[in-house]
């Protein structure tokens, strides 16, 4: 194997290990003890077998999660720390790769480092950590590392290129003109060598200028290819995301975590601008993990209890809902998902409805195909609607609806009150009544408390409040490290209650002893 020899237990005269200089349970020894655990094969099979030998991908994948997990995301701050931090120096085990070799290393295998975080949710299985009983989804946006004053349409690209090709002419005109100056002033036979510093920096501009042409015509074509309505030069993967009351180029992080120690058991980062259409992928990278991590959970001739998973409303959609009643979901996932329309209730109307006459208030009878109003009123079928993709039946009534006696408090349009009822009605109905049961607010409830808490720590604790790397694969990759980075963490604590090292919980085969978490 062409990798420089790595062994960062070697005993010195004093003291007998750097490690010696770090308490017993510092989070440091933790993640040398689960990197040592953790599969990586695949990185070492990028390592060439020609030129000079490599550093040692548990090295650098140990600078590097020990980093995330202390708010040193840059490698040039890991390489000042492999000279003076302790904790660095030990990982290291002494050796100080340059940051252009961290960075690279960082750069070049995302995806092997996205597949460890799996590696270290085994050890948190082991340890007992999770029980993937009852898994929460939430999401965050993240601003990108762009400029909002970077993102153009494609008219103003247009703009932008027809300028900037204006300003190169007539800087080659000023250029020209100054040239034909310079000749009869020191001769036409000088070479210009007597104002180098000058000529160099008008080459330099002016092939700026024809590369910001060229990256605006790209960008053209890109836009034009992608159908988006605006894109961003620095990180054209970014979309313009509502984060409250403002609007940034990022992108949305989704985490799915279990309730027991806040593990997160899945995550990734979408440019969607909404978080309904990303549910179905969250889940799916949910069972994916789970069944990695616990493989008979789902394969015993028993069926086993469904994972309870809770979510906020922007996870709803009546096509999720459905989605979820299939048969390879419904034994495996129990959802719980308010719609829109109850988030509405809680304060999101422009005009709020009279309690009275909310559409729940509203009876559909399958026999004669109407639907009966507060009023006794039948409110008959008149059209079929499809908004965002989705079928409706529509209900109305304007004869009855204008004499009654409401007309104003439960509708003021000219045409009546409308109804509007979704081919997915039924699965609606359904979340409804079971969020509705004491059972189902208390499930939803846990959301609050394992979900939201660990975006917290990100942003709060850890400083991770935007990602560093551009375009969403290598943002994927970023923000993979930065939860495997988190649940070591976790790891860290978890053992320190208990009072014990990972690696005797790895090695020993009755497991960890009981824990009283009354």
């Not at 409805?353 to 004669?368: E, G, V």
């Not at 004499?403 to 081919?423: A, D, F, N, P, V």
């Amino acid at each position: 194997m062409n990798v420089k020899e790595y062994d960062n237990h070697q005993a010195l005269i004093f003291p007998a290990s750097v490690g010696d200089y770090l308490s017993n349970d510092h989070l440091a020894h933790v993640v040398d003890e689960a990197v040592e655990e953790i599969n990586l094969s695949a990185f070492y099979r990028k390592i060439s077998s020609v030129g000079n030998p490599a550093y040692h991908p548990a090295l650098m994948v140990k600078i590097w999660f020990y980093g995330y997990a202390t708010r040193t995301y840059s490698s040039r701050k890991i390489e000042e720390r492999l000279n003076t931090d302790v904790a660095f120096i030990y990982l290291s085990g002494m050796q100080k790769p340059d940051f252009r070799t961290i960075s690279d290393f960082r750069k070049n295998n995302l995806n092997e480092l996205r597949n460890s975080f799996v590696d270290i949710l085994q050890i948190c299985h082991r340890l007992g950590m999770i029980q993937l009983g009852n898994i929460s989804i939430d999401s965050k946006v993240m601003k990108a590392s762009a400029s909002a004053d970077r993102t153009y349409t494609e008219k103003e690209l247009i703009e932008e290129q027809e300028e900037l090709e204006k300003a190169i002419q007539k800087y080659l005109e000023k250029a020209n003109q100054t040239d034909e100056e310079d000749d009869l002033k020191y001769g036409s036979d000088k070479r210009g060598n007597e104002l180098p510093e000058n000529i160099c920096d008008k080459e330099q501009r002016l092939k700026r200028m024809k590369e910001v042409v060229e990256q605006l015509k790209q960008a053209r074509q890109k836009i034009k290819e992608s159908g988006k309505e605006k894109i961003n030069l620095t990180d054209e993967s970014a979309q313009f995301q509502k984060d409250k009351s403002r609007k940034i180029p990022g992108y949305r992080a989704h985490i799915a975590v279990d309730f027991k120690e806040q593990v997160i058991v899945a995550n990734d980062v979408t440019n969607k601008q909404n978080d309904s259409t990303y549910l179905m992928t969250m889940i799916d990278k949910v069972l994916e993990n789970v069944n990695r991590v616990e493989p008979e959970k789902f394969s015993k001739s028993e069926p086993e209890e469904p994972i309870r998973i809770p979510t906020d409303a922007g996870y709803s959609s009546s096509k999720n809902l459905a989605k979820l009643e299939e048969e390879g979901y419904r034994s495996k996932v129990d959802a719980y998902i308010p719609d829109a329309s109850e988030r509405n209730k809680r304060g999101t109307r422009r005009r709020k409805i009279d309690p009275r006459f909310d559409k729940s208030k509203f009876i559909y009878n399958r026999d004669d195909d109407s639907v009966l109003c507060p009023e006794g009123k039948k409110l008959h079928h008149i059209a079929k609607s499809i908004q965002r993709e989705v079928l409706y039946d529509v209900y109305g009534n304007t004869t009855e609806c204008k004499k009654c006696q409401h007309y104003g408090i439960c509708t003021r349009s000219e045409r009546g009150r409308y109804i509007l009822i979704s081919e997915y009605q039924s699965f609606i109905d359904k979340m409804r009544k079971k969020l509705s049961t004491e059972e189902g607010k208390k499930i939803y409830g846990t959301r609050k408390i394992t979900a939201e808490p660990v975006f917290g720590n990100l942003s709060q604790n850890l400083g991770f409040r935007e990602f560093l790397l551009r375009k969403l694969e290598k943002v994927k990759g970023e923000f993979s490290l930065m939860c495997s980075a988190h649940n070591l963490l976790k790891i860290s604590g978890y053992l320190r209650k208990i009072g014990i090292s990972l690696g005797e919980v790895l090695n020993s085969s009755r497991g960890i002893p009981a824990m009283n978490t009354s």
